[in-house]
């Protein structure tokens, strides 16, 4: 088999592969919406339906930072929190000049952008550092979003946008419109995120994600990860890849904050802390690093789990801790991933991914 065949089969299993994933997907929504129609899910199982689809995004994001690019990130909050804050503030400075769905398009692309924006003004000195110097800086960052955001109040009148650090430093015209009330957030942000929204969200940061991975770009970063030096020295810019995965990461989880900003009748800063950076770590962990399938599994279930136990009051959290457990050893344990491979090479196109679970 020479050279042109062995790529063709490689872009022909790599698209399998992404057609399986965005099939997950489109099944998921198929069933969900199919039980909310017949009456079958809890009103407060449908609350959760737009956060699931937050985390989802959000673990995904991180996964191209963590899994793909190796490097360790603990600021993806403070990227979800400019998205989401960028995008308020926008759609309640506009308000009715614009239609529904179009205002909030645009929410969703000045999220990604400020959110973007910022992950290539942070990776440009960061992302020349290594191990857990990143992870200290990435944090750091996170938590200076988070009080910067507590103290910034904005607002709006006829002498266009105005900005200050204490609330009676904000001086408005008559008839202005204060925006960000410091701690208080935003409030009054029209509720536009709806499931549906949340599943195109998730497959258009998939055909992102899979694009990238399966791309020379993608093959660069991998590069990158598995080995500095050998990159390094068959001349991979590793520092210039790094960034574009992070930046990209970036974005996206801007566009997380910005579907989970849009759900909320009040915006405030305290989600943004660095509990949530963890528990989106947490999913690409026990999802497996690297696997954006298993980010998407782990993002739904230990996010739905809670509620599904909220009967058993007295074993709930005992129940969430064996279920994280199991997880843990499911992708992790020779013995575990030994018997998925077993599993996988009576599959159809499983050889191939058993051959990647004990790569």
């Given at each position: 088999m020479n050279a042109a065949e062995l790529i063709k089969k490689r872009k022909s299993r790599d698209l399998r592969s992404s057609l399986i994933t965005y099939g997950?997907?489109?099944?998921?929504?198929?069933?969900?919406?199919?039980?909310?129609?017949?009456?079958?899910i809890s009103s407060l199982m449908k609350g959760l339906l737009v956060p699931i689809c937050v985390y989802v995004i959000a673990a995904v994001s991180l996964n191209l930072v963590v899994g793909i690019s190796g490097e360790l990130s603990l600021g993806h909050a403070g990227f979800m929190c400019l998205g989401a804050y960028a995008s308020t503030f926008f759609t309640n400075v506009v308000g009715d000049g614009l239609p529904e769905l179009p205002r909030f398009i645009l929410a969703i692309l000045i999220g990604a952008c400020v959110a973007g924006f910022f992950g290539i003004l942070i990776g440009i000195p960061v992302l020349r550092l290594k191990g857990d110097y990143l992870a200290i800086v990435t944090l750091a960052f996170g938590e200076i979003i988070k009080n910067l955001m507590n103290v910034i109040y904005a607002g709006v009148d006829d002498g266009g946008l105005h900005f200050a650090t204490t609330d009676s430093g904000l001086k408005l015209g008559e008839g202005g419109k204060k925006i960000i009330k410091g701690a208080l957030g935003i409030s009054g942000?029209?509720?536009?995120?709806?499931?549906?929204?949340?599943?195109?969200?998730?497959?258009?940061?998939?055909?992102?994600?899979?694009?990238?991975?399966?791309?020379?770009?993608?093959?660069?970063?991998?590069?990158?990860?598995?080995?500095?030096?050998?990159a390094e020295s068959i001349g991979i810019p590793v520092t210039r890849f790094k960034l574009m995965a992070f930046s990209i990461s970036a974005a996206l989880a801007g566009v997380a904050g910005v579907l989970y900003a849009h759900n909320l009748a009040t915006l405030t800063v305290k989600k943004f802390d660095y509990n949530t950076s963890i528990l989106i770590l947490v999913f690409v962990v026990l999802g497996g690093i690297g696997n954006i399938r298993g980010s998407m599994i782990a993002a739904v279930i230990l996010t739905a789990l809670p509620e599904m136990l909220?009967?058993?009051?007295?074993?709930?959290?005992?129940?969430?801790?064996?279920?994280?457990?199991?997880?843990m050893l499911f992708n992790w344990a020779p013995a575990a991933r030994a018997f998925r491979s077993r599993i996988l090479e009576k599959l159809p196109f499983g050889r191939r991914n058993a051959e990647k679970e004990e790569s």
């Open positions: 997950i997907v489109v099944v998921f929504y198929i069933v969900v919406q199919t039980m909310v129609n017949t009456g079958h942000t029209p509720k536009n995120s709806t499931f549906t929204i949340g599943i195109v969200l998730i497959l258009i940061t998939l055909f992102i994600v899979l694009n990238l991975i399966n791309s020379r770009s993608g093959r660069a970063i991998m590069s990158t990860r598995d080995n500095r030096i050998a909220r009967g058993l009051s007295n074993y709930r959290m005992l129940i969430y801790a064996i279920v994280l457990i199991v997880l």
